[in-house]
């Protein structure tokens, strides 16, 4: 394996466009929310939180992010007998709750982006619709 390799990183512009499409989503579905946005070390680069949106929502929102950036998943796939072994392990930044997505370029995880706030199917729906800004997958 080389010493070095090539990296794509995520610029604040990303997260802008993801924070903006997500924004647009939840306007969409008429459901106030949180959106975060992380790097491949889960590091908070981009966080929105609506008029609105419920006050506890910021705080698991960014978890998913954290979640799913870390565990290279989307968040909620963890079998319900280990979720307190990840939380332990992570330090408490783990969730089990879906609504939270790798940003994959190249094969390469490079952060992840997450709703929260609203019915699960919300959640998803706008992180997703978030996601899509890129032009990616999860």
Known sequence: MPDIIATHKLTHEASMKML?????????LKCKISLAVVDQSCQLIGFL????ARFFSGRTTIK???TSASQRLPSGYEREE?????????????????????????GQVIG?????????????AVAKAALAALGTLA
């Open 20 to 28: 903006a499409a997500g924004v647009a989503e939840a306007e969409r």
């Open 64 to 66: 998913k992010a954290i």
């Open 82 to 106: 280990k979720v307190i072994s990840m939380q332990i392990r992570m330090d408490g930044d783990f969730t089990n709750v879906a609504g939270g997505f790798p940003i994959t370029v190249a």
């Open 49 to 52: 939180m609506m008029d609105g």
């Open 112 to 124: 992840a982006v997450a709703a929260g706030g609203a019915k699960i199917e919300e959640d998803v």
